[in-house]
T-cell receptor, first 114, second 114 residues
């Protein structure tokens, strides 16, 4: 079946511009996660959505970052007033509900802020 | 807080030789441990997980991992490496209280030479 999809695959933007990154999880997965993969920083957790519960935003690095999940499916990660340090690969993952379930990752969006 | 350490940035082995990628973890409760692999320009792919039960876990592509509670380790192994196993490998842990968050190691680049 279809895996997690993300768009765009690459995004180049100028410093100070806003960007939106999209994630389509696997159908039937109720949990959705965003991570950031930076050179030299490894993978860091950003935000978690589970069903209709309030999201866990504890990993968002600043108030310039926000995310929504509409209808329990598609999610959008928005970065306002982008900075060069925001350059990274943004990964989305989804899983069935249940803590031990493995997360399935999308191919990522490579964001470059010039 | 939970954390994962992958002490080797790089592992180089000859094709046909055994491959081991090391991982140690630190959590305050019982860990759920995962291995993921990332091929160039691809998203993370799930390899295997340890939740409970047998300490030796078998996963995709002939990989296995051994959970050692006393040494807080979860090393990834493959008896006979293939050139196609060359990739970036990540160990990850989930543990109470924030069970849904994956904490990743920094990653180990595996190069298998023909």
């Amino acid at each position: 079946g279809a895996g997690v999809s993300q768009s765009p695959s690459n995004k180049v933007t100028e410093k100070g511009k806003d960007v939106e990154l999209r994630c389509d999880p696997i159908s039937g997965h109720t949990a959705l996660y965003w991570y950031r993969q930076s050179l030299g920083q490894g993978l860091e957790f950003l935000i978690y959505f589970q069903g209709n519960s309030a999201p866990d935003k504890s990993g968002l690095p600043s108030d310039r970052f926000s995310a929504e999940r509409t209808g329990g499916s598609v999610s959008t990660l928005t970065i306002q007033r982008t900075q060069q340090e925001d350059s990274a690969v943004y990964l989305c993952a989804s899983s069935f509900s249940g803590i031990p379930e493995e997360q399935y990752f999308g191919p990522g969006t490579r964001l470059t802020v010039t | 807080a939970q954390s994962v350490a992958q002490p080797e940035d790089q592992v180089n082995v000859a094709e046909g030789n055994p491959l081991t990628v090391k991982c140690t973890y630190s959590v305050s409760g019982n860990p759920y441990l995962f291995w993921y692999v990332q091929y160039p320009n691809r998203g993370l792919q799930f390899l295997l997980k340890y939740i409970t039960g047998d300490n030796l876990v078998k996963g995709s592509y002939g990989f296995e991992a051994e959970f050692n509670k006393s040494q807080t380790s979860f090393h990834l192994k493959k008896p006979s490496a293939l050139v196609s196993d060359s990739a970036l490998y990540f160990c990850a842990v989930r543990a109470p209280p924030n069970d849904y968050k994956l904490s990743f190691g920094a990653g180990t680049t595996v190069t298998v030479r023909a």
